[in-house]
């Protein structure tokens, strides 16, 4: 039945009453200051916890902002994450062993690459090949990882972490741009996909014109491949300087500028993508070896060849595909078993990801 057809008096109740259930429902969703907006100096101004607002439907926050020497370690909740170049960043992952993202995805903490700020540190072993970039608006971690090692199912296709309350309470800060290694700028906008073994963070610069679209975050089903096209690859360690992407879901078809509209989960599996993402060019890539970069986190205690990627006589096999390069999958980037066949797997992979993609609250 349309309002049209309905009596008028009724259908102005019906307007009111979903504009006061709307008004509600937002109320009780968001917090009266939204946390994107909220400005805390590191290391001197960060509150204990961030969000403590009671009314959020989704719950409070589960760990904490505050954190030094008595919170680092394995048992650490806390949600203050860092993105600052290669030997140095945070992924957002699992309090408890065994979760998907999706389940757990308003309580992440930060595993990250560094002692000495109260977190949760990456198991040695565990990064298979990072990139890292910085363009004139962003940067960005994109990288290769055993997921079992930082809480997460083997093969979870994972979802979006992002500013907007996943997690509840998640802060996010960045060196890139203080001009010293000491100088914290809080990141407003940023994402990080984690799943199929596979994650993209991108924190973008708050000085930036454009850093909500950057970073934009309505795209959780299309994982890294739409959201952070990139050529990393894995068993790579490189620290690289690069240009923009194209703003996440905006491409160009036929000389006009069409911003893709992502469906409604209600819609089902997203079966076919109307474009390929755009990947930006990098330049001067430095590389390095996983044990230099990554020696603050120890040695290894799995075979070495999983680590640089170098001494793996595995072969590929179908089973990699299958298991999932979920929702962060990488871009199909040229890499050394063939550009086609790498373009291939990387649409099926992000096809596969789609399939899989849990529901996401965000
Ligand atoms: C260390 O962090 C914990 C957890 O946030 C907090 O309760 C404690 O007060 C902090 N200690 C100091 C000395 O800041
Ligand atoms: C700042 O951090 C970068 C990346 O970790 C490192 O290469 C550089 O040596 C650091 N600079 C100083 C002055 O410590
Ligand atoms: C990355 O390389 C490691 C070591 O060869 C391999 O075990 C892992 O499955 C690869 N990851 C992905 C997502 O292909």
């Not at 950057?214 to 360690?237: E, K, L, S």
Request: charged share 10%; glycine share 10%.
């Amino acid at each position: 039945m349309s309002l049209a057809a309905l009596p008028s008096s009724f259908s102005r109740v019906a307007v009111l009453l979903s504009a006061v259930f709307l008004a509600v429902n937002a109320q009780q969703t968001y917090p009266a200051t939204p946390l994107a907006s909220k400005h805390f100096a590191y290391p001197t101004g960060i509150p204990y916890q961030a969000d403590t607002d009671p009314t959020l439907i989704r719950g409070v926050q589960s760990g904490y902002n505050l954190c030094n020497s008595t919170t680092e370690g394995d048992k650490s909740l806390c949600q203050t994450s860092f993105l600052n170049s290669l030997d140095d960043f945070c992924l957002w992952a699992p309090p408890k062993a065994n979760s998907l993202i999706a389940d757990t995805e308003g309580e992440e903490v930060a595993w990250c690459t560094k002692p000495g700020r109260g977190t949760r540190l990456i198991p040695p072993g565990a990064l298979q090949g990072v990139q890292f970039m910085k363009t004139p608006d962003y940067v960005q971690v994109v990288g290769f990882i055993d997921q079992t090692f930082i809480n997460m199912v083997a093969d979870d296709s994972g979802g979006e972490l992002d500013l907007r309350g996943n997690p509840l309470g998640g802060l996010v800060y960045s060196t890139a741009w203080g001009g010293s290694n000491d100088s914290y700028t809080q990141v407003i906008e940023w994402h990080n996909f984690m799943g199929g073994n596979q994650f993209c963070f991108k924190a973008c610069d708050p000085a930036g014109a454009n850093a909500a679209n950057f970073c934009q975050h309505v795209y959780d089903r299309i994982g890294c491949m739409y959201n952070a096209p990139n050529a990393a690859q894995n068993g790579t360690f490189e620290s690289c300087l690069g240009e923009n992407q194209d703003f996440p879901g905006v491409y160009t078809e036929n000389g006009a500028v069409v911003t893709y509209k992502q469906p409604a989960e209600s819609l089902g599996v997203i079966s076919s993508m109307p474009y390929q993402p755009r990947v930006p060019a990098s330049s001067s890539c430095t590389p390095f070896t996983s044990a230099s970069v990554f020696a603050a986190l120890g040695t290894p205690t799995t075979t070495a060849g999983s680590v640089t990627g170098s001494g793996s006589n595995k072969p590929s096999s179908g089973a990699s595909s299958t298991k999932g390069s979920g929702s962060a999958a990488t871009s199909p980037s040229a890499t050394s078993t063939g550009g086609a066949e790498a373009l291939g797997v990387g649409i099926v992979s992000s096809v596969v990801g789609v399939v899989f993609a849990a529901v996401f609250l965000s």
